[in-house]
Structure formats: C-alpha cells, structure tokens
C-alpha cells in the first residue's frame, strides 16, 4: 500500500464548478500535511497547508481528519487557471515530505 | 527573493556520460532535497540533507548516484555512468527545519541520456 494515495482522476469539470479531491495516509505518526499544485512540466508549487481545525484560502478548502488519515481539498466556482495536477503531501518526522501520484484537473470552458 | 536555483535546465547527452546537477537552496534553508519525476513513478525523493549531512538516502536507486552537499549554500547530484532509464525531470528543493515547514522548489533539469 502507498503511503500517500489520492483519487486517480482525470478530473474534467465546467468552469464554475466545485471540485473535491480526496487523499488518504497510512502513517498515523505524520506530523505535517500539503496539498501542491503542479502545472505541466513545472516544477510543484506549495498550495495550502492543512490543519487540523480546516483552513480556507479564498476558494480554496482543506480538511484534515486525523482518525480517518484523511485530507481533502475543495475548490468552489473553479477557473481554468485552476487547471493542474494537485498533489497531496504529508510530512514526517525530521521533515521528509511523502507525495502523493497526484490528481489531474481540467477545467473547461 | 531568490528562490531554489538549479542548473542545467536541460541537459542531453549520450550513456556513459557523467552527468552533474547543480542546485543553490533558498538562502537560511537548512534542509535540501533531490526529487526525481517520471510519468511512470511520479515524484520520488533520492536523498535529502539536513544542515549539510546527509540524513537519508534510501531513494538513490544505485551506486551510479551520488550527491553531496559541501556547503549550506550548494548541492550536486552526480550520475556516473549515465543510462537512457536516468531520462527524468530532477528536482532540488529546500526548506527551513523547524515545526515542517513546507518545500519550495527549483525549476528542475529535465534530462534526456540518448
């Protein structure tokens, strides 16, 4: 089992819409918790941290569930800049970040 | 503020050839990772550093792989001998230690072993 495993997507949705992606993580130690952003053939690109009460970034909403080992990310009246893969990230002691194979969204027009 | 700074951007060359990437971590960073992405594997750490000692580097897929890092200011991953199944986008990235803090990420060398 992966560490770090996250919907498969492709996930193709209208301008407008809301988005949810999923992840979950199998080591119950793990202190820290990401979601990046990676555009193709860039380099990724930190998104949100994730804290345990949720957090809110303008239309963007992480969830952490620490019982389930479970994050997710929300992203209310998509753009089609938001168009990337989205990967989730958990970190362990000493600072070693695990990713997650990441999950492709297309926002169309 | 400068952030993670690699170089090359790119590089092709033919198998056999010694190959050596460069990175200059975000001044104050503390820890320094090497990722390399493919389609197939996605994003893998190699090894990573922490105040210039190497702290693990369980991902470094053989001995043909070496890094080092000599100062708080500079890494290279080495691959010698060089072999076509290298070919990946290799990642630096750097970050400061304290309470997990999150990684900023140098714009990659995209490398191609003919």
């Known amino acids: 089992r992966k560490e770090v495993e996250q919907d498969p997507g492709p996930f193709n949705v209208p301008e407008g819409a809301t988005v949810a992606f999923n992840c979950t993580y199998s080591?119950?130690?793990?202190?820290?918790f990401f979601w990046y952003r990676q555009d193709c053939r860039k380099e990724p690109k930190l998104l949100m941290s994730?804290?345990?009460s949720g957090n809110e970034d303008g239309r963007f909403t992480a969830q952490l569930n620490r019982a389930s080992q479970y994050i997710s990310l929300l992203i209310r009246d998509s753009k089609l800049s938001d168009s990337a893969t989205y990967l989730c990230?958990?970190?362990?002691?000493?600072?070693?970040?695990?990713f997650g194979q990441g999950t492709e969204l297309s926002v169309k027009p | 503020d400068a952030g993670v700074i690699q170089s090359p951007r790119h590089e092709v060359t033919e198998m056999g050839q010694e190959v050596t990437l460069r990175c200059k971590p975000i001044?104050?960073?503390?820890?320094l990772f090497w990722y390399r992405q493919t389609m197939m594997r996605g994003l893998e750490l190699l090894i990573y550093?922490?105040?210039?000692?190497?702290?693990?580097d369980s991902g470094m897929p053989e001995d043909r792989f070496s890094a080092k890092m000599p100062n708080a200011s500079f890494s290279t991953l080495k691959i010698q001998p060089s072999e076509p199944r290298d070919s990946a986008v290799y990642f630096c990235?750097?970050?400061?230690?304290?309470?997990?803090?999150?990684?900023?990420f140098g714009d990659g060398t995209r490398l191609s072993i003919l």
């Open positions: 990235a750097s970050s400061y230690n304290r309470g997990n803090q999150p990684q900023h």
């Open positions: 080591n119950s130690a793990s202190q820290s």
């Open positions: 994730v804290y345990s």
């Open positions: 990230v958990v970190s362990n002691q000493g600072g070693k970040l695990i």
């Open positions: 001044s104050g960073h503390n820890s």
């Open positions: 550093f922490n105040n210039n000692v190497p702290i693990d």
